[in-house]
């Protein structure tokens, strides 16, 4: 606890007929508050709920050479450029759309479990692109969906529309 040392009397004076200042010492004992703030610590430590991080699950195919043979009608194909992304279904013909605008596209789709979705990105397209069609592929729930990067024969194809 703290303590207040009193001042001890002192006899005679000094020259000039002043009186020397009187001097109250004080001791502050500090294990309490150092107590308290280590009480705080761990109740702040103990109560807090850290948040899980949030991140995708993506399988991996087990082999690089294995390939799966898939319908047509089954494939919704979506190539993104810089600036802008072109999409199909099956055999239908290219449609240019922005990038968020692909998701009114996936929930014409989000009814169909088979449909699985070929992502092809530009090499120079922004990569928070293909992090936002991935975000809206899962609030469609489109689960099955193919990442790869976009051929220059492929470009070229969807750049002359």
Request: hydrophobic residues 35%; proline residues 4%; positive net charge.
């Given at each position: 606890m703290g303590a207040v040392d009193a001042p001890q009397p002192r006899s005679g004076k000094k020259k000039g007929g002043k009186r020397a200042k009187r001097r109250v010492g004080i001791r502050i004992d500090m294990t309490p508050m150092v107590d308290v703030a280590f009480l705080l610590l761990i109740f702040f430590m103990v109560t807090t709920v850290f948040r899980k991080p949030q991140a995708l699950e993506i399988n991996l195919p087990p082999d690089n050479k294995s390939t799966v043979s898939v319908a047509q009608s089954k494939v919704l194909e979506i190539r993104v450029l810089p600036d802008r992304a072109y999409w199909r279904n099956s055999a239908d013909p290219w449609a240019r759309a922005a990038v968020l605008d692909l998701a009114t596209i996936f929930e014409k789709y989000s009814s169909d479990a088979a449909k699985i979705v070929l992502v092809k990105v530009d090499r120079e397209a922004r990569f928070n692109d293909m992090v936002s069609i991935i975000d809206e592929l899962d609030?469609?729930?489109?689960?099955?969906?193919?990442?790869?990067?976009?051929?220059?024969?492929?470009?070229?194809?969807?750049?002359?529309?």
């Open positions: 609030l469609a729930r489109l689960t099955r969906f193919s990442l790869q990067t976009l051929k220059p024969d492929e470009k070229k194809e969807v750049e002359t529309l």
